[in-house]
């Protein structure tokens, strides 16, 4: 007999010790995920706007929780789940009932309670109450609130970007999860100095984005403000630098809080001045007037005898906003009055063709690629496609539709010399090891530098005397176009009243272009009125906040009549 057992012992301990061994261990092994952190966006300043923040879910094995048997415990009540609820309650600030309710059973993972705070994680775990453990997670904050909200998005329960910047850049800022493996006791309680192998969570890359938070505020609240006192459908803003294509302000009124989207209507959760289309109206004159002189159709200087309408035959009558008789005027006065008739009588000298490529140049009918979702194309049918009344809508901003972007790349481009710069929202991405890969615009000449002087020198007569008097900031020059169009409804047809204003700033050294464009305001229609105070008061606000000198001298605009 000691002869069979000690064989047999020899066979445990020696031969099948070390597979005995490893299926205990096995047995004591638990894996768990380690999240990863979501990459950080800042603003260009690097000023947090999005983080991810430490919490934890605080979970129960409902089996191992019915054990409780605290030696403190004076009674049948303080034992078990009864007794683990009083003792949890209070740190989850849970009512004891419920929490006591969802501690009974035989399931071996109940989640209690998400976005438990370190401090109360710390709190619970002291209780040593068996079954009751903590996961490590992350909580989505953003610390601007509403600020940029329509830039930023938010994530969804699953942690993953549902709109904006966190929806189109989702794989950048999501890390790689890790995980530990260590052995367990009772209770899933880590046994001090067993096995234990981690591999870390490798954070998602960071994201630096083109706008600058306070600028954005200020433009935030303003439009906000506006869209109050014109009893607006909602506006929307754009701060370009002209220089290098870096959007400082894309604003959007009534911007959601990413931090409670649930709060806002889902069709207002994202950006509508990318999402949404709308006819640029009579600042896309500025095409017209491009294409004339680049075209050398004129100059401008060129004199025009304006009447008071324009008989187009079949394609019907022209009429300029105000009734007039016969005006003579230059073409830079005919840009300054805003006058449908005099854009008609100098771009009908352009091919259909030519007018379309123009257009076509200045961004219009492609989307941007400004970095957000959901952006829309706008409307630019082929030249052959346009009929009668087209071929003159599209001179005076009719007939074509645009995003608030692409309406204020045009005067971007004009600012910059006749050079388009790509708009975008993205700085730069840092890599998880530190690695920073800046963004690089495309860039492209639309016109000629002679061409964009000139067309900026006209847009200072519109300033200066014309329609957007309103936009004038003391000690700037400003270059700039007033304009009153249609909006796309749902369908896709064109319905409500677009009331807008676009300039560049200052004008004899351009650095800005801001747009403001006001959806169906009630109390009026033209942009001069509604949006041209708007900004003054945003583009007022910017060059401060760059350190952008006032102007050297005076304007000396072109002369408007003849």
């Known amino acids: 007999m000691i002869a069979v057992f000690g064989g047999r012992l020899v066979y445990v301990q020696a031969i099948k010790g070390p597979s005995i061994a490893q299926v205990a261990l096995d047995d004591r ?21 999005a983080v991810s923040v430490e919490r934890y879910t605080i979970t ?11 030696t403190s415990a004076s009674g049948p009540g303080q034992r078990g789940p009864a007794g683990a609820a009083a003792a949890l309650a209070p740190l989850l600030e849970m009512d004891p009932a419920e929490l006591g309710a969802t501690l009974v059973g035989d399931r071996r993972y109940v989640i209690l309670k998400k976005d438990v705070l370190p401090e109360v994680r710390n709190a619970v775990m002291e209780l040593a109450i068996p079954g009751i453990n903590a996961e490590r997670t992350t909580e989505r904050v953003y610390p601007a609130g509403a600020v940029g909200g329509n830039v930023l998005g938010f994530v969804g329960a ?49 994201v630096q984005l083109t706008i600058l ?17 014109t009893q607006a459908d909602g506006a929307a803003a754009v701060v370009y630098d002209v220089t ?29 001045a990318v999402s949404n289309s709308f006819e640029p109206g009579s600042t896309a004159k500025v095409i017209t007037m491009s294409a004339a002189i680049e075209q050398g159709i ?38 300054a009055k805003s ?52 071929e003159y809508n599209v001179l005076f901003g009719q007939g074509v539709a645009v995003n608030a972007i692409q309406d204020t790349g045009v005067f971007a481009t004009i600012g910059n010399g006749g050079v388009h710069v790509a708009p975008h929202l993205v700085k730069g991405v840092t890599d998880a090891d530190g690695t920073y890969h800046a963004v690089v615009p495309a ?79 009630r109390t009026s229609e033209y942009g001069g009125t509604v949006a041209a105070p708007v900004f003054s008061e945003v583009a007022s606000y910017a060059l401060q906040e760059l350190g952008i000198a006032p102007s050297g001298a005076t304007a000396t605009p072109y002369a408007s009549e003849w």
């Open 443 to 521: 860039q492209t000449r639309v016109v000629s530098q002679k061409t964009a002087n000139e067309v900026l020198t006209m847009l200072e007569s519109v300033v200066d005397t014309g329609t957007g008097t309103a936009a004038q900031i003391s000690g700037y020059q400003v270059a700039g176009k007033t304009g009153t169009s249609q909006g796309a409804d749902s369908s896709g047809g064109l319905t409500n009243m677009t009331a807008s204003f676009i300039g560049i700033v200052p004008a004899d050294k351009p650095r800005l272009a801001v747009s403001v464009i006001v959806f169906h305001p």
């Open 244 to 272: 290098n294509g870096d959007i400082l302000a894309l604003v959007d009124s009534g911007s959601v809080n990413p931090n409670d989207p649930g709060a806002t209507a889902a069709a207002l959760r994202g950006s509508r």
């Open 298 to 335: 004129g100059t401008p200087l060129s004199q025009y005898s304006v009447p008071g309408q324009l008989d187009l035959g079949k394609a019907g009558m022209v009429h300029d906003a105000e009734v007039h008789g016969i005006e003579h005027l230059t073409m830079t006065g005919i840009l």
């Open 213 to 229: 938070r306070d600028l954005q505020y200020k433009a935030q609240t303003a439009v906000d403000a506006m869209v109050t006192a």
């Open 60 to 70: 129960a094995d409902q089996t191992l929780v019915a054990t409780w048997d605290p």
């Open 158 to 206: 699953d942690g993953k970007g549902q709109a904006g910047i966190e929806y189109a850049l989702n794989s950048e800022l999501t890390g790689t999860a890790g995980s530990e493996t260590y052995e367990r006791g009772m209770g899933y309680v880590k046994i001090p100095g067993g096995y234990d192998k981690t591999t870390p969570a490798k954070p998602g890359a960071s």
């Open 29 to 49: 092994l638990t894996t768990t995920t380690l999240p990863a952190d979501r990459g950080e966006i800042t603003d260009a300043n690097g000023v947090a706007l």
């Open 339 to 390: 006058s449908n008739i005099g854009a008609v009588m100098i771009g009908s000298q352009l091919s259909k063709q030519t007018r379309y490529d123009y257009l076509k140049k200045f961004g219009f009918g492609t989307a941007t690629g400004v970095g957000l979702p959901g952006e829309t194309d706008g409307i630019l049918h082929p030249a052959d496609q346009w009929d009668g009344r087209t």
